[in-house]
């Protein structure tokens, strides 16, 4: 038997291969020409949104015009629910921005509000039988830059006793006179310091708040400017009491030679304002000691 013709019977094994190789070939670009016509539908499905359209971003507390804002299509799939629907311009405009908006970026429902911030908002908040008074006082005596707004204190006042008890000691908590005729009291056993006041009796905390309405460029470059680090150094503090606190202090302001000892208390049940701007903080730190 002619086993040569036996073997040009049998299949060709590089033929059978190449029908293999056509075979995936042509099922790789039915599954791209699947996958680009269905990437091709997505982008016909599109959502119209807002946007920001102001070179240079729009700082907080702005309220929004219609030049600032445009009209920007997105692919539905990157659409979520908080976003601002294009069709909601009219409703959007003189709305307040809560922090700056970088130019080009998408408008979200939880960046504006519908009134701007009150200076000092606090104020508002006020009790009816709580008031405010100015205490100025030495910082570097007092906590340096750990006393901030929010903070707990307790407040001694010294002054000469003019009824000659001089001698005589007792409770410090009740208050004591020392040799030389001086009387020591507790003024305010706990008060809250809601505000400092600069040099300029400016607020201290509304100095930090005007910083943050800046883009992040230049936030960074005026809070390492030597104005912004002296507008920080504190010389009063606002503290919030009740009417008869408030009397006691008037009571003790009148004296002559008087002084007044601060103590912080526990920030256990504080609320200690700058707390809400932590990374602020920080860089504030860490650039006042790098002057120093």
């Given at each position: 038997?002619?086993?040569?013709?036996?073997?040009?019977?049998?299949?060709?094994?590089?033929?059978?291969?190449?029908?293999?190789?056509?075979?995936?070939?042509?099922?790789?670009?039915i599954?791209?020409?699947f996958?680009?016509?269905?990437?091709?539908?997505?982008?016909?499905?599109?959502?119209?949104?807002?946007?920001?359209n102001?070179?240079?971003?729009?700082?907080?507390y702005?309220?929004?015009?219609?030049?600032?804002?445009?009209?920007?299509?997105?692919?539905?799939?990157?659409y979520?629910?908080?976003?601002?629907?294009?069709?909601?311009?009219?409703?959007v405009?003189?709305?307040?921005?809560k922090?700056?908006?970088?130019?080009?970026?998408?408008?979200?429902?939880?960046?504006?509000?519908?009134e701007k911030?009150?200076?000092?908002?606090?104020?508002?908040?006020?009790?009816?039988?709580?008031?405010?008074?100015?205490?100025?006082?030495?910082?570097?005596?007092?906590?340096?830059?750990?006393?901030?707004?929010?903070?707990?204190?307790?407040?001694?006042?010294?002054?000469?006793?003019?009824?000659?008890?001089?001698g005589?000691?007792?409770?410090?908590?009740?208050?004591f006179?020392?040799?030389?005729?001086?009387?020591?009291?507790?003024?305010?056993?706990?008060?809250?310091?809601?505000?400092?006041?600069?040099?300029?009796?400016?607020?201290?905390?509304?100095?930090?708040?005007?910083?943050?309405?800046?883009?992040?460029?230049?936030?960074?470059?005026?809070m390492?400017?030597?104005?912004?680090?002296?507008?920080?150094?504190?010389r009063?503090?606002?503290l919030?009491?009740?009417?008869?606190?408030?009397?006691?202090?008037a009571?003790?302001?009148?004296?002559?030679?008087?002084?007044?000892?601060?103590t912080?208390?526990?920030?256990?049940?504080?609320?200690?304002i700058?707390?809400?701007?932590?990374?602020?903080?920080?860089?504030?730190?860490?650039?006042?000691?790098?002057?120093?």
């Amino acid at each position: 038997m002619d086993l040569s013709t036996v073997k040009s019977v049998s299949p060709n094994k590089k033929l059978f291969k190449k029908i293999l190789a056509l075979l995936f070939s042509i099922a790789v670009i039915i599954i791209s020409l699947f996958v680009l016509n269905n990437a091709n539908e997505a982008a016909k499905d599109t959502v119209e949104v807002l946007r920001v359209n102001q070179d240079g971003g729009i700082p907080a507390y702005v309220a929004l015009t219609e030049k600032d804002i445009q009209k920007y299509s997105i692919i539905r799939k990157e659409y979520t629910e908080d976003m601002i629907l294009a069709e909601d311009l009219d409703n959007v405009k003189d709305k307040f921005t809560k922090y700056y908006l970088r130019d080009k970026s998408v408008l979200y429902k939880d960046q504006l509000m519908d009134e701007k911030p009150k200076q000092n908002e606090w104020l508002y908040a006020l009790e009816d039988d709580h008031e405010v008074l100015t205490l100025p006082y030495n910082f570097l005596e007092a906590g340096g830059d750990i006393l901030m707004p929010g903070d707990n204190v307790r407040i001694r006042v010294s002054y000469e006793d003019e009824s000659g008890g001089g001698g005589v000691t007792g409770n410090p908590n009740a208050g004591f006179v020392s040799g030389s005729g001086i009387r020591t009291e507790i003024l305010f056993e706990s008060i809250e310091i809601r505000d400092m006041l600069n040099s300029s009796s400016h607020s201290i905390y509304e100095v930090y708040k005007e910083v943050l309405k800046l883009s992040e460029d230049k936030r960074q470059e005026a809070m390492k400017s030597d104005e912004f680090l002296k507008n920080i150094q504190p010389r009063s503090l606002l503290l919030e009491g009740t009417r008869e606190q408030i009397n006691n202090f008037a009571k003790y302001n009148g004296f002559d030679n008087k002084k007044y000892l601060i103590t912080i208390l526990s920030r256990k049940n504080s609320q200690v304002i700058l707390d809400e701007l932590p990374t602020l903080q920080r860089e504030v730190e860490s650039w006042i000691e790098t002057k120093d």
